[in-house]
C-alpha cells in the first residue's frame, strides 16, 4: 500500500512539475493555476465576441490566430448557442478584474476571456496567444489554466529615437505590434532633435524641407563626426506625413497603445534652428545652422526671450495635438545648454522684466509658457525631470531618468507630480547588453538583460501616497547608435519584454530563472517567427583580471547572467568545448596569454558567442 500510495505522489510530482515547465508568460500573471486536460482549437473553433468589440478587435483576432497557428476562424456578436469547442469574450463586472485586467479560463470544451473593457479583452488574448503552442497545425491542444491578471502599472511605455536615425513607417507598425503582445500600452515617438525634423507640419514645411535631412557621416563614429557645411548635399534622413501619422495611430489604437509625440524644446533644437534661424537668440549670428550630423550639436537651443519663439510653438503645438489624440504632449525639455542666453538680449531683458534669479529660472518661464500652449489644447504636457529645475511646472507629468547627483524619482512625486519613472541606469537600452567589447558601437555602458528585469520602479523612499503618483515605467531606445532596423531590434529585443515585465508584474510573481527560462523555451523563437533580430547576448561570458607583477601571474574570473548553465575555457588558443576546462572559480594564468571562454549547456551545445581576450 505504502508503495502504491508513494507511485501516486510521484506520478502527481511529476505531473506538476510539467506543468509549471510550461508557464512561459512575459509578463508574468498574477496567478497561473494549471489543470490537467487540453481545449482543441481547429478550424471549425468559434469565437463570440460582444458587439461592442466586434469592429476592431475581429480583424485582429482572425489575423492573428491564422499567423500563429495557420487556423483561419470565423466570429460571430452573440452569445454561444454550441456546448463545446468555442472562445467566448465575456464582458465582467466582477470587482477582481480591474481595467486592462482579465481572466483567461481554459478547459476541456471552452476558452473564456473575461474582461470590463477593451484593453482587457486585449490583453487577455496576449495571454491565450502565449498559451498555444508554437507552430502550424490542423489541431492544436492548448493546455488548461485558468490565470487572473491585472496590471500593476497603467503606463508601461517603450520610447523609441526616430531623429538621430530615421526609421521608416512599417518598421514603426512591425514594433508596435510586437510590444503590444507584450502589454505594452504606450510608444513614446521621439520624432524630433538636432538630428532630424520626423513630423510634417503643414504650416511650417521647412521644417521637413531641410530640418529632416542632414549630411552623410555614414562609417564615420558618433562622436567623432565634423558638422556639415552648407554646400554638402543632405541625402540622410526622412519624415512622416500627416497621413502616415494618422495610420501608426490608427494601427497602435487597434492594439490598445497610446502613441505619445515628443517635440523636445527649448535644448536639443537644431534641426528646427537649421529649418527657421530667427528662433535663435541672435539676430546677426554667424552660427553653423545647418542639421546636425552627429555628436554634440552647439547652438541649439531656441531663444527663450522671443516671443515669436512662442508664437512658432504654439502654431506646431496646435498641429501636433490635433493630429495626436493622445491626452499627453511631451515638449522634452532636458539638457538645454543655456550659454547664449546669458549672452542674448532678447533672454536677458525677458529676465530681468520677470524677476528671474538665473538661467534655471528663465528655462521654467520658458516651460509654463509653453504649459499654457499645451493645456490650452486640452493636454497633459510631460517633460524630463529637468522641467523641475527653477519654479517647475506645475500641472505637468515628469518622466524622471536621472539618478545620482539628482533625484527626480523623490522630488518628482514628493513634490505632487505624476512621474514615469525612466531611470537611465535601468531603462536605456541604448547602452550594450553585453561585454562591450563584443557589441555593437554604443555607449561604453552595458545594460545587461538582467538588470533591466531586476529594476524596481518604485523607490523605497516613497511614502505609500507619494508612490501613488507613479504612473508607471518606460524604457528608452535612443538612436545614436542604431542606424539600421537591425540594429534597433537587437537593442530592443529582449529587454524590453524584460521592462514590460517590471511594468506589469506585481514584484511577488517575478523571478529571473523563470523569465530566463520562458525566453529560451518559448519567446525567442516567437520573436525570431516575427522576423525579429533579438540579442542572445545573455549567453554572454563577462570576464574580469588583474595583472600580479609581483608573481608575473594573470589572475582570471569569469562570469555570466545566466542561470544553469557552465562556462568552459581555454588558455592554448583553441576554442572550448565541453572538454575544455571548466569555471568553477577565479584561476591564475600566464600574463599575455589568449583566454576563451563560452557557455555550453549540459548537452554541449555552445550557446553564445565565445569570448575571446588577451590577458596583458
Known sequence: MKIKILFVFLVVLA???????????????????????????????????????????NPYLVAKFEEDTGLILKTESKHPRINSNYIQFQITKEASVKSEGYILDISDVKIIIKAKDYAGFFNGFQTLRQAIPLGLAKSIEIPNVVIKDNPRFNWRGVMLDVSRHFQPKAFILKQIDVLSSYKINKFHWHLVDDQGWRIEIKKYPNLTKKGAWRGDRTGISWWSRKPATFEEPKTVGGFYTQEEIKEVIAYAKAR???????????????????????????????????????????????CAGKETTYEFLEDVIKEVAELFPSKYLHIGGDECNKTNWKKCPYCQKVKTENNLKD????QSHFI?????????????????????????????TIMAWRRGRHSPQLQAPREGYPTIMTSYIYSYISQVQGPSFMEPEGPNVVLPLSKVYNHEPIPSELTTEEAKRVLGNETCLWGEFTPTEEHCEYMLYPRALASAEVSWSQPKVKDWSRFQSALEKWHFKRLERAKINVAKSIYSVYPSYAIDQLHNEAIVYLQTETVGYA?????????????????????????????????????GDLLGEITEVRLK
Open 368 to 396: 509654463q509658457k509653453v504649459n499654457k500652449i499645451v493645456t490650452a489644447q486640452k493636454k497633459i504636457m510631460i517633460g524630463w525631470d529637468e522641467i523641475l529645475s527653477g519654479k517647475g511646472a506645475k500641472g505637468a
Open 15 to 57: 505531473y506538476s512539475s510539467g506543468l509549471k515547465a510550461q508557464n512561459n508568460f512575459i509578463p508574468q500573471p498574477e496567478s497561473v493555476v494549471m489543470k490537467q486536460g487540453n481545449f482543441t482549437l481547429t478550424n471549425t473553433t468559434k469565437i463570440f465576441l460582444p458587439k461592442k468589440f466586434q469592429k476592431e478587435l
Open 359 to 362: 538661467e534655471e529660472e528663465l
Open 256 to 302: 490598445n497603445v497610446e502613441v505619445i509625440p515628443e517635440i523636445d524644446v527649448p535644448g536639443h533644437s537644431k534641426a528646427l534652428i537649421a529649418s527657421y534661424p530667427e528662433l535663435f537668440c541672435y539676430d546677426d549670428a554667424k552660427a553653423n545652422f545647418e542639421v546636425a550630423v552627429g555628436g554634440k550639436a552647439p547652438d541649439n537651443a531656441l
Open 567 to 603: 562556462i568552459y575555457y581555454t588558455t592554448d588558443g583553441k576554442d572550448p568545448t565541453i572538454n575544455a576546462t571548466k569555471y568553477e572559480s577565479d584561476f591564475k594564468t600566464t600574463p599575455r596569454t589568449l583566454l576563451k571562454a563560452g557557455l555550453f549547456n549540459n548537452k
